[in-house]
C-alpha cells in the first residue's frame, strides 16, 4: 500500500506509522488506569513490549487486538495477577506493584476463564464473593439480592445468565474500575446485547470506569467510548471508534468510511502469520471458555 505524506495530526493525536490512524487525546481527565513503559516477557518471548496506556475515570475503554497481541498479559498485570517487572501501573493513582490490595479493592474483574462455581447457587456464587471481597456484614444482604442471582445451581445456567452472574460475583464490592476480559465470547446475538445492557445500566448509576477486550468489533463500535488498538505488545492505534475509521479513510484516500474492523485489520494484518495468533494454550482456552457458555 503506498504510504501518504505524513501530516500533523493534530494537538494530543499520535498517528500508527503503517496506517496513518490517529488518536484523540483530551487535557485535564483524571486517569483511572495508566500504564507507562510497562513490560512482560514469558521467557524469550515478549508479551508486553514498553506499553503506554491512559483510561480516563468513568470512560468505557475496549483494548483491541489479535490472540498474542499482549492484551490479558496486560490486563493482569492491572488488576495485580501478575508481577509489574518493568514501568509503571496505576490504578487511581495507587501503584499495581507496590499497593496490591489497595488495587484490588478498586476493581472488579471478570476473566476470559469461567469463574462461577457451577456446584452453587448463583446466589451463593456472588455471597461468596461478597465475602472473599470483604463488603461489610451489614451490607452483604443488601448486594447481594441486588446481584438478582437465582436460588438454582450455576450449572443450569445458559451462556448468557452465566456472564450476568460474573458480573454480578464482579459487581458486588462497587468497584470503581471494572475490567472485563472477553465478556461476551461464545454468546448469541441476544446474550451479547442483554450483557452491555446489564453493564451500561450499572454505569449509569455508579459512573464507574470499564476495562474490556473483545474480539467483537460491532460492540467496541457501539459501547466503547474510546479504544487502543494492540499489536505486539505495544497501542498501535487510539482514538474514539470514529476517529479512528475516519483517519483509516483518509489514509486511504477514500470516501467510503471503513468500519472498525477494517481498522482492525490495517494495524494487525491478517491474524494469520506466525508471531501472532497467540499459542495453542490461548486457542484452547478460548474454546473451551467459548463452549461453556455457548
Known amino acids: 500500500m503506498t504510504q501518504p505524506e505524513e501530516q500533523d495530526p493534530g494537538p494530543g493525536r499520535t498517528t500508527d506509522e503503517s496506517t496513518g490512524v490517529a488518536d484523540g487525546g483530551a487535557e485535564g481527565v483524571a486517569d ?56 509503571k501501573v496505576r490504578v487511581f493513582g495507587h501503584d499495581a506493584a507496590k499497593e496490591r490490595m489497595a488495587v484490588r479493592r478498586l476493581l472488579g474483574y471478570v476473566p476470559q476463564q469461567l469463574s462461577a462455581d457451577q456446584g452453587l447457587t448463583g446466589r451463593e456464587n456472588v455471597a461468596l464473593f461478597a465475602r472473599v471481597f470483604d463488603v461489610p456484614r451489614r451490607e452483604r444482604a443488601a448486594r447481594v439480592a441486588q446481584a438478582l442471582a437465582a436460588d438454582r445451581l450455576a450449572g443450569t445456567y445458559s451462556g448468557g445468565m452465566i456472564r450476568r452472574l460474573e458480573l454480578a460475583q464482579a459487581l458486588v464490592s462497587a468497584p470503581r474500575l471494572l475490567i472485563l476480559d472477553e465478556p461476551t465470547i461464545g454468546l448469541d446475538p441476544i446474550a451479547r446485547t442483554g450483557v452491555w445492557e446489564h453493564i451500561n445500566a450499572v454505569r449509569a448509576v455508579t459512573g464507574m470506569t470499564v476495562l474490556v477486550t473483545t474480539h467483537y468489533m460491532d460492540e467496541a463500535d457501539q459501547y466503547c467510548d474510546r479504544v487502543g488498538l494492540m499489536h505486539r505488545g505495544r497501542i498501535r492505534a487510539l482514538g474514539t471508534p470514529a476517529e479512528l475509521r475516519r483517519g483509516l479513510a483518509e489514509h486511504q484516500g477514500t470516501d467510503t468510511l471503513p468500519t472498525l474492523e477494517d481498522v482492525f485489520r490495517a494495524i494487525a494484518g491478517s491474524g494469520l502469520d506466525d508471531t501472532s495468533g497467540g499459542g495453542f494454550r490461548d486457542v484452547r482456552s478460548t474454546r473451551r471458555t467459548a463452549h461453556r457458555v455457548g
Do not use: Q
Request: charged share 15%; glycine share 14%.
Open 32 to 87: 483511572a488506569v495508566s500504564c507507562a513503559s510497562l513490560s512482560y516477557a514469558f521467557g524469550d518471548t515478549k508479551a508486553v513490549d514498553g506499553l503506554d496506556l491512559a483510561v480516563r475515570e468513568g470512560e468505557v475503554f475496549g483494548l483491541l487486538g489479535p490472540n498474542g497481541a499482549g492484551k490479558t498479559t496486560a490486563i493482569r498485570c492491572v488488576t495485580t495477577l501478575l508481577p509489574v517487572p518493568a514501568g
